[in-house]
T-cell receptor
Framework: DVKVTQSSRYLVKRTGEKVFLECVQD?????MFWYRQDPGLGLRLIYF???????EKGDIPEGYSVSREKKERFSLILESASTNQTSMYLC??????????????FGPGTRLTVL | AQKVTQAQTEISVVEKEDVTLDCVYE???????LFWYKQPPSGELVFLIR??????QNEISGRYSWNFQKSTSSFNFTITASQVVDSAVYFC???????????FGSGTKLNVKP
């Protein structure tokens, strides 16, 4: 069964803290993604990675960085958390292998609150 | 430019009514894929369907059906005889051939009342 896991479902941090959100997938997918979801704004892509140590900025990378040292793990880092980064963060992975099941699979999400 | 538009922000229906969620897309790619996802109140996005740009055959799965029309760049989703459990936010998405970039619509919130 396909699985994308995220380290926390709920997280509360203080302004200025460094925050790590971890995502692990067990499907040997090449591509991994971090999105944030806010009411009325849908899903917005923060960063994605198409291979180990490779990363590409998405639509809203400011204030975030990422790390992909292993194929199965993609970390999102908030260097200095701010209240406007309070949001739902969704991790996803995908691969195209010519199979009917190819799609983008999502983790359960991390609801981050920055106080 | 790639873009997905879901013009309906929120729809409310009474149980057993049929409801159609609209999705219009823009792309310059000749090969592309379209998706629908469901996000229930629990928050996790659940994959519903994927269609290829070269296959316009409509699909039915139980109470769900999808109508893909390249001529109007639309990929609409119909729920027949809606149920309360269908209440969720539904997202339409577009991707290129290698699945390394996805474009999501803003979502349609469906409320099914008993």
């Amino acid at each position: 069964d396909v699985k994308v896991t995220q380290s926390s479902r709920y997280l509360v941090k203080r302004t200025g803290e460094k925050v790590f959100l971890e995502c692990v997938q067990d499907m040997d997918h090449e591509n991994m993604f971090w999105y944030r979801q806010d009411p009325g704004l849908g899903l917005r892509l923060i960063y994605f990675s198409y291979d180990v140590k490779m990363k590409e900025k998405g639509d809203i990378p400011e204030g975030y960085s990422v790390s992909r040292e292993k194929k199965e793990r993609f970390s999102l880092i908030l260097e200095s958390a701010s209240t406007n980064q309070t949001s739902m963060y969704l991790c996803a992975s995908s691969s195209f292998r010519g199979l009917a099941t190819d799609t983008q699979y999502f983790g359960p999400g991390t609801r981050l609150t920055v106080l | 430019a790639q873009k997905v538009t879901q013009a309906q922000t929120e729809i409310s229906v009474v149980e057993k009514e049929d409801v159609t969620l609209d999705c219009v897309y823009e792309t310059r790619d000749t090969t592309y894929y379209l998706f629908w996802y469901k996000q229930p109140p629990s928050g996790e996005l659940v994959f519903l369907i994927r269609r290829n740009s070269f296959d316009e055959q409509n699909e039915i799965s139980g109470r769900y059906s999808w109508n893909f029309q390249k001529s109007t760049s639309s990929f609409n989703f119909t729920i027949t005889a809606s149920q309360v459990v269908d209440s969720a936010v539904y997202f339409c998405a577009l991707s290129g051939y290698n699945f390394n970039k996805f474009y999501f619509g803003s979502g349609t919130k469906l409320n099914v009342k008993p």
